[in-house]
């Protein structure tokens, strides 16, 4: 049962620019989130299973085709799990999407701590499906500016883009990290303007990363946070009820310029702040 879903009041806007050097975004914002709150992560896995099935059926109703990008982390992991298995494995359009990576670390692909690798495992192969669906970054070329370039040409070839030429993803799923980071948008990284796929040369719990940046994830139909322990209650809260500070917490840089954009968290996530 969902415990909590109403919309969000909460809307707050930045324009100052605060780069330096380069023009660089640090984000635009105007949000009105829609939250969900579910008792449990098992339950919380089942409804973003559920959901992502219902973007993907109207994506293919409406334009024939299902492009998403996958989170790495735990909660995304469990609802991989929840996908590959029954009822989904078998309604579940495997044959007519693209899978695109939201993040990933630079190391070999099949590295532990790989994203590609999780996503493998825990979604496509149990799930039977076409691997090939799976487009991953070239973490192992020496090359991270290159393999952003080439990320970025690949979404620009195969994903129908706006009217600013920007890719528009279906689905774009995103994880939390306690410090508010989302994807690799860590506090203080700083992307340059028209820039959809970015490299983050800081290394960040011993690794640099390839990221899509807020410039795609914003142009999105439809992005979906998974939040789930209450190890999470603070950094939710920064993010939802402010002050603003998108370049000290990240995830304030998601805000859809004309999709939708949802909240899903268990209890222990939500906590007292959406009890009532």
């Known amino acids: 049962m969902a415990l909590w879903c109403r919309e969000s009041p909460w809307r707050w806007s930045d324009r100052s620019p605060r780069a330096t050097g380069r023009v660089c975004d640090v984000g635009e914002l105007v949000v009105s989130p829609t939250v969900r709150v579910l008792d449990d992560e ?15 059926a109207e994506a293919i109703d409406r334009r024939g085709r299902f492009h998403w990008a996958l989170a790495g982390g735990g909660t995304p992991k469990r609802t991989y799990r929840v996908l590959a298995g029954p009822p989904h494995r078998e309604t579940f359009p495997w044959n007519r999407l693209d899978a695109w990576i939201g993040d990933e670390r630079i190391v070999p692909g099949n590295d532990p701590a790989s994203n590609r690798r999780m996503i493998l495992e825990h979604l496509l192969w149990p799930a039977g499906a076409d691997t090939s669906a799976l487009h991953a970054f070239d973490t192992e070329s020496g090359d991270p500016d290159a393999a952003a370039r080439s990320y970025a040409d690949q979404l620009a070839a195969r994903v129908p883009g706006n009217a600013d030429g920007v890719p528009v993803l279906d689905l774009v799923l995103l994880g939390l990290g306690t410090d508010a980071h989302t994807a690799s948008w860590f506090p203080g990284s700083r992307f340059c303007a028209g820039e959809t796929v970015a490299v983050v040369d800081e290394e960040h719990a011993g690794y640099r990363r390839l990221t899509l940046t807020p410039a795609i994830v914003n142009a999105a139909r439809q992005v ?53």
């Open 42 to 56: 098992a339950q919380l896995a089942q409804r973003a299973a559920e959901a992502i099935e219902l973007g993907a």
């Open 224 to 276: 979906l946070f998974l939040v789930a322990g209450a190890s999470k209650q603070d950094a939710l809260r920064r993010v939802l009820l402010g002050p603003s500070d998108p370049l000290a917490i990240p995830a304030q840089r998601v805000a859809p310029t004309g999709g939708r954009l949802t909240w899903m968290l268990d209890r222990d996530a939500a906590g007292q702040f959406f009890a009532d």
